[in-house]
């Protein structure tokens, strides 16, 4: 610093010079960062746009911080340029001219009438739009400039944001939507006869209304990041559009089961036929075979065998018009609930088959056993031993008679067993039943 003023230290010539080369470069910062605000794409849609909701509210605020950017810019622009002239006049500043330039490089020597910060409707100091003018140092101006173009800059990056993802991906989707909708009519998806047909129709509206509120309120999608301070940080939220985008591909993926059933119903009906044949021949055979059981087994709870499964038939008959008549989005869950339903049935057919056959199943056994028996007992040469050939007489009557009993027949066996178990030095057969003085030993 040099002498001192009526003010404060009055600048030296070399002070002046930096100050007016670092504010000169502010100037032009300033103004290239204006302009490219001017010519932003997204500006210029905000201007031609029929705005509501959040979105005007913040453009109207916008657009008068914008004006009064402008107006301190001519303000700083024009006490810069007024600088310059006064140091301009001569190449070795005089005393007065130095303690000018002071003043005006770090007093608040500009004057911004306080008509246009009220006219502007823009965020201003406290206090400042009730006044008729107001004064601020070049400084200052300059950090309310930043702080103007900083809040206006991150509304107009933000909406055009939201406008340049959204509309395109709605767009996008919705012409996806309408193909779907043709392909869904094909195969007689329709409102109001299908779910998916409603479910169309609820995304087309959902669509709809999405795209009008993007276009008019673009801010009311936007969600700014936490903690950012830099203009325009965040995102666009997508969170409506995803979710009708998965609406629409549940509903794909139905018309494509449906298109899947129009190809390969005849075929999955066949199937059905003969599944539902063997079950009834399977319930056929367990009745034919109940009555034999009943017959040949003596004391012997047998289950009673049900009747073919009528009310199957009838569905897959069902199933057999809706595909004559092209029905296909009615014919889909049909089948697959007909498919699960007639394994179901097939399986229970041979569970009764089984359940019924059962007892023939353990005279079998016991049959082959005593057989199995004797041929053992014969390669060690006691098939003429009397107690065997007695006890192998009582169980085969046994066996081989109608109606059998099967418990006596296999207490029968097992004495049977036991006697050839003795003879031949084995282990000996598990009692099961059979009592002591069946077997053969001292005191039999």
């Given at each position: 610093?040099?002498?001192?003023?009526?003010?404060?230290?009055?600048?030296?010539?070399?002070?002046?010079?930096?100050?007016?080369?670092?504010?000169?470069?502010?100037?032009?910062?300033?103004?290239?960062?204006?302009?490219?605000?001017?010519?932003?794409?997204?500006?210029?849609?905000?201007?031609?746009?029929?705005?509501?909701?959040?979105?005007?509210?913040?453009?109207?605020?916008?657009e008068a911080s914008i004006t009064l950017l402008w107006?301190?810019?001519?303000?700083?622009?024009?006490?810069?340029?007024?600088?310059?002239?006064?140091?301009?006049?001569?190449?070795?500043?005089?005393?007065?001219?130095?303690?000018?330039?002071?003043?005006?490089?770090?007093?608040?020597?500009?004057?911004?009438?306080?008509?246009?910060?009220?006219?502007?409707?823009?965020?201003?100091?406290?206090?400042?739009?009730?006044?008729?003018?107001?004064?601020?140092?070049?400084?200052?101006?300059?950090?309310?400039?930043?702080?103007?173009?900083?809040?206006?800059?991150?509304?107009?990056?933000?909406?055009?944001?939201?406008?340049?993802?959204?509309?395109?991906?709605?767009?996008?989707?919705?012409?996806?939507?309408?193909?779907?909708?043709?392909?869904?009519?094909?195969?007689?998806?329709?409102?109001?006869?299908?779910?998916?047909?409603?479910?169309?129709?609820?995304?087309?509206?959902?669509?709809?209304?999405?795209?009008?509120?993007?276009?008019?309120?673009?801010?009311?999608?936007?969600?700014?990041a936490e903690g950012s301070s830099a203009p325009g940080?965040?995102?666009?939220?997508?969170?409506?559009?995803?979710?009708?985008?998965?609406?629409?591909?549940?509903?794909?993926?139905?018309?494509?089961?449906?298109?899947?059933?129009?190809?390969?119903?005849?075929?999955?009906?066949?199937?059905?036929?003969?599944?539902?044949?063997?079950?009834?021949?399977?319930?056929?055979?367990?009745?034919?075979?109940?009555?034999?059981?009943?017959?040949?087994?003596?004391?012997?709870?047998?289950?009673?065998?049900?009747?073919?499964?009528?009310?199957?038939?009838?569905?897959?008959?069902?199933?057999?018009?809706?595909?004559?008549?092209?029905?296909?989005?009615?014919?889909?869950?049909?089948?697959?609930?007909?498919?699960?339903?007639?394994?179901?049935?097939?399986?229970?057919?041979?569970?009764?088959?089984?359940?019924?056959?059962?007892?023939?199943?353990?005279?079998?056994?016991?049959?082959?056993?005593?057989?199995?028996?004797?041929?053992?007992?014969?390669?060690?040469?006691?098939?003429?031993?009397?107690?065997?050939?007695?006890?192998?007489?009582?169980?085969?009557?046994m066996l081989w008679s109608a109606p059998c009993d099967?418990?006596?027949?296999?207490?029968?066996?097992?004495?049977?067993?036991?006697?050839?178990?003795?003879?031949?030095?084995?282990?000996?057969?598990?009692?099961?039943?059979?009592?002591?003085?069946?077997?053969?030993?001292?005191?039999?």
């Amino acid at each position: 610093m040099g002498v001192t003023g009526s003010t404060g230290p009055v600048m030296d010539r070399d002070e002046v010079d930096r100050a007016l080369a670092r504010l000169g470069a502010e100037h032009e910062a300033i103004e290239t960062s204006l302009l490219a605000l001017q010519d932003h794409a997204g500006r210029r849609l905000l201007e031609g746009a029929g705005l509501t909701g959040v979105t005007q509210e913040r453009w109207t605020s916008t657009e008068a911080s914008i004006t009064l950017l402008w107006t301190y810019f001519d303000a700083y622009a024009d006490a810069l340029r007024t600088a310059r002239d006064i140091r301009s006049r001569r190449r070795w500043s005089s005393r007065e001219d130095l303690v000018e330039l002071t003043e005006l490089l770090t007093g608040e020597s500009v004057t911004v009438a306080g008509s246009a910060t009220a006219t502007a409707n823009a965020p201003t100091l406290h206090g400042a739009a009730n006044k008729l003018s107001e004064r601020y140092s070049l400084t200052t101006l300059v950090g309310r400039m930043n702080e103007l173009y900083a809040t206006s800059l991150d509304m107009v990056v933000a909406a055009d944001a939201v406008w340049s993802a959204l509309p395109a991906r709605i767009d996008l989707l919705a012409a996806e939507l309408q193909r779907t909708r043709r392909l869904a009519h094909s195969v007689g998806v329709r409102p109001g006869e299908h779910p998916a047909g409603d479910d169309l129709e609820r995304i087309t509206r959902t669509l709809t209304k999405l795209r009008e509120q993007v276009v008019s309120d673009p801010l009311e999608f936007w969600l700014a990041a936490e903690g950012s301070s830099a203009p325009g940080g965040g995102r666009p939220d997508t969170t409506v559009y995803d979710r009708e985008a998965r609406a629409l591909e549940d509903v794909r993926r139905e018309i494509d089961a449906v298109l899947t059933v129009r190809q390969d119903a005849e075929k999955r009906i066949v199937r059905l036929r003969d599944i539902l044949s063997r079950a009834d021949r399977t319930l056929a055979e367990a009745r034919t075979a109940r009555g034999e059981v009943l017959a040949k087994i003596a004391a012997t709870e047998v289950p009673v065998v049900s009747g073919p499964p009528t009310v199957l038939q009838e569905q897959v008959a069902a199933a057999a018009d809706y595909r004559r008549q092209g029905q296909w989005h009615r014919l889909s869950p049909l089948l697959e609930s007909l498919e699960q339903k007639a394994e179901d049935e097939l399986l229970r057919a041979r569970e009764s088959l089984t359940a019924v056959t059962a007892p023939l199943a353990v005279r079998a056994e016991l049959r082959g056993r005593l057989d199995a028996y004797k041929a053992k007992v014969a390669r060690h040469g006691f098939a003429e031993d009397a107690v065997l050939v007695e006890r192998y007489e009582k169980a085969r009557r046994m066996l081989w008679s109608a109606p059998c009993d099967l418990r006596a027949a296999e207490r029968a066996v097992l004495r049977y067993q036991h006697a050839a178990a003795e003879l031949l030095g084995g282990p000996r057969v598990p009692d099961q039943g059979v009592r002591e003085d069946d077997r053969r030993g001292p005191g039999a």
